[in-house]
């Protein structure tokens, strides 16, 4: 079975600063691999995707994230943080065939403070 | 950019009512999921919908029913509402796991 770890529950980092909230997944093959972020009271948006192809994917608002096959890890990183990145953050995987069901994280809590 | 709507957005409620929990998408998405979120956890897909007609319950097991009688809409029932109910329930609607569009959620709360 699919299952996906979010080890830092809670994470504050100063405005400006470069951010990196981690992600480890377990999976028989290379799944699909999802960052998502739900600000309070809102659902879950898509910050980026990976499918296959280039390890290092761009996404919305100035994330990216990198798939490290050896590390089962898909990592998401900002080089700046600005006060509106203060959210929820959740890693999600996919199968690439079959059920298509996602599984989701635990979430980790940015906070940023000025 | 999907537009998915989910009413009420809050909703508080005493235990033993019944309650429907509602959403729609306005993309013509075949697929449509529920799925349950507590604080502090992962989501957890309570149910899906592959089209009309097309229901089957997720990897978590849930009281509710819904149902898919028109594409555009997918809503949840409770029949007997209780504090155990009580979560945040997120829908979602796409083409598959390659592309889910989420609603901004319903929190209800069974007293």
């Known amino acids: 079975a699919q299952s996906v770890t979010q080890p830092d529950i809670h994470i504050t980092v100063s405005e400006g600063a470069s951010l990196e909230l981690r992600c480890n997944y377990s999976y028989g093959a290379t799944p699909y691999l999802f960052w998502y972020v739900q600000s309070p009271g809102q659902g879950l948006q898509l910050l980026l995707k990976?499918?296959?192809?280039?390890?290092l994917v761009q996404g919305i608002k100035g994330f990216e994230a990198e798939f490290k096959r050896s590390q089962s890890s898909f990592n998401l990183r900002k080089p700046s943080v600005h006060w509106s990145d203060a959210a929820e953050y959740f890693c999600a995987v996919g199968p690439p065939f079959g059920n298509e069901k996602l599984t989701f994280g635990t979430g980790t809590r940015l906070t940023i403070i000025p | 950019e999907a537009d998915i709507y989910q009413t009420p957005r809050y909703l508080v409620i005493g235990t033993g009512k019944k309650i429907t929990l509602e959403c729609s998408q306005t993309?013509?998405?075949?697929?449509m999921y529920w799925y349950q979120q507590d604080p502090g956890m992962e989501l957890h897909l309570i149910h899906y919908s592959y089209g009309v007609n097309s229901t089957e319950k997720g990897d978590l097991s849930s009281e509710s029913t819904v149902s898919r009688i028109r594409t555009e809409h997918f809503p949840l029932t409770l029949e007997s509402a209780r504090p155990s109910h009580t979560s945040q329930y997120l829908c979602?609607?796409?083409?598959?796991?390659?592309?889910?569009?989420f609603g901004p959620g319903t929190r209800l709360t069974v007293t």
């Open positions: 979602a609607s796409g083409t598959g796991v390659r592309e889910q569009y």
């Open positions: 993309m013509g998405h075949d697929k």
């Open positions: 990976y499918f296959s192809g280039d390890t």
